[in-house]
DNA sequence: TAGATTGTTAATCGATTAACAATC
DNA sequence: TAGATTGTTAATCGATTAACAATC
């Protein structure tokens, strides 16, 4: 097949093949089929051979695809061959737990730079890094040459956040607080809102297993 | 319309309906249009009508949605009209992000418990609650009448409390995990997963834009 | 009444899955 | 050669959007 426009649910698939792919390249799996592939993700095989084939003919009729091959062709679609550099903004508990995570970006996405806003927290460590005052974040996005922003500020400054790092020229943000945030189109924003996700959680319990309200709890 | 089944894409939009509508209620909108709605939240107003109408016919022609109404209308959609009990799986830096957001879950989903499996965690104090021993999990579960799960613990961890949960007779499943869980149909599984938004979000970013071999970083 | 806006049908668009020839 | 598995087309399924009669 090759190009077509992709679109963001195929997109949204590629690293969760590449992690994976990762997975079978430590335990020295040479090759792979999209059967087994669709088994342990719980994906349709078809939809793997086509989201992969948007991409060109990483695969061997008969054979499956080469974990190896695939891991750097993934990575290259994905731009993760080169350092993207992000910025966290938010030195709370989120900010925090998020900074412990680079190990899981493929070591190609890397946060450099925390940011906050509130006094008492500037000038204090999270891992190697020290947080900055919000002011500096221009001027940081620039030397160390920032393209993403995370967000992890309250809600209430979530947008001026998301202005200030516009301004600053960053290409792409994920974003915590969960409201929507208003952007020009050039910036692609992915929402990390985990309250839908456990709200839209409580549709699927089943009914009638409410607490009754005579019912004694123990603390 | 009224019933049908309803696909996972229209629930996962009420949430974010009731946040809005929250909003508007704490300022005293007393209604509001699908075309109002739609701009606010970057949605097809054809589409929000569409979706409430799977659940009843909520608003009036020429006027729009009553705010109180409909709020109340979806809490109840969305079994948010109870409280559910909620318990944290891991204490770690996520967990205690996590902890802080009762306030944004409508107050009516509660983390009322938090489990971990390292010693020296438990016993210590997250917001209000003491971190218990994994193994009074399901005791606790059953106490404390807690219907769903946070698993906020390491990739390597995570089936195994996945498993545990749904041994102790937990409904749903909110997992931070960047891995696939397996498990039974009748357990509700959403996965949170930031690594796979942040590593999606590197293929919308400019080419030719990468840091240049020879270029200097500022420290 | 005139203007606004719903609820719903029909049209469109897009994504997933099935099927199979090609070929390792 | 026989078995396995890809890449791709066609079929299916589902979700979004447009349009409009009904009506407040």
Redesign the pocket.
Known sequence: ??SDKI????VRRLPVYLRYLNELHTREVPTV???ELGQKLD?????I??D??YFG?????????DVSYLIEKIRHILKLDQQINVALIGAGNLGHALSNYNAYLQETMKIVAVFDSYTPKVGTQINTLTVQPIDELSETVQSKHIRVGIITVPNTEAQRVADQLIEAGIEAILNFAPIILKTPPHVRVHTADFTTDLLSLAYYLEDGKELETNEQLTE
Not at 43 to 47: C, E, F, M, R, T
Not at 57 to 65: L, N, P, T, V
Request: avoid cysteine.
């Open positions: 097949m090759k679109s963001e649910a195929v089929s999209s059967q994906l349709n095989p078809a939809q051979r086509k992969l084939a003919d990483f695969g061997r009729k008969g054979i499956g695809y």
